[in-house]
């Protein structure tokens, strides 16, 4: 199946602080990538859809001044969680799509830490 | 737009038995109904999908059933193994557009 990469895996700061979680398409060109945010012992919830050269559509209740989602090339999007704080602290993933169907690949998630 | 619910929350059974997860999804023109297993800190895993066109589909031991009039399907796992445990998510999805079950946690005694 096709690959897909995140980085870094794991990161932890401070509260206040900016910090950027890459992911990448590694064998395809993904026209859609997906952001997902998963709490503990929760289910993934979508959080923004972003297309290839045009902005994110974010879902309702995910503010998008906060976090900053930029997809400019077909195999990269980036999440910029602005101004971190201890409640951001949850597990990220990515998807790529745009191959067959409605089927995602998915990055191995960011573990995010805001201390 | 979609909700898709998940059932049971917790599953446990023992080595050698079935395991039977069930999703109800809301949005009739939902196309695409993927399963994952996540083990913890892990990316989900597509372990089977169905389309809207198509009713049963087998894996193995795997098997997901579709009833679009009844909008919902299920996963089924024959001769369950202990490292069959861990959560299982059922998603359904239209035009890219996919939501997630809330999980159902699978354990496999020995």
């Known amino acids: 199946g096709a690959v897909v990469s995140q980085h870094p895996s794991w990161v932890i700061c401070k509260s206040g602080t900016s910090v950027k979680i890459e992911c990448r398409s590694l064998?395809?060109?993904?026209?859609?990538m997906f952001w997902y945010r998963q709490f503990p012992k929760q289910s993934l919830m979508l959080m923004a859809t972003?297309?290839?050269?045009?902005?994110?559509?974010?879902e309702q209740g995910v503010e998008k001044d906060k976090f900053l989602i930029n997809h400019a090339s077909l195999t990269l999007s980036t999440l910029t969680v602005t101004s971190a704080h201890p409640e951001d602290s949850s597990f990220y993933i990515c998807s790529a799509g745009g191959l067959a169907g409605d089927e995602q690949f998915f990055g191995p998630g960011t573990r995010l830490t805001v201390l | 737009g979609e909700n898709v619910e998940q059932h049971p929350s917790t599953l446990s059974v023992q080595e050698g038995d079935s395991a039977v997860i069930k999703c109800t999804y809301s949005d009739s023109a939902s196309n695409y109904f993927p399963w994952y297993k996540q083990e913890l800190g892990k990316r989900p895993q597509l372990i089977i999908d169905i389309r809207s066109n198509v009713g049963e589909k087998k894996d193995q031991r795997i098997a997901v059933t579709l009833n679009k009039t009844a909008k919902h399907f299920s996963l089924h796992i024959t001769e369950t193994q202990p490292e069959d445990s861990a959560v299982y998510f059922c998603?359904?999805?239209?035009?890219?557009?996919?939501?997630f079950g809330a999980g159902t946690r699978l354990t496999v005694k020995p």
């Open positions: 064998d395809f060109q993904a026209t859609t």
């Open positions: 972003s297309n290839e050269g045009s902005k994110a559509t974010y």
């Open positions: 998603a359904a999805s239209r035009n890219n557009d996919m939501r």
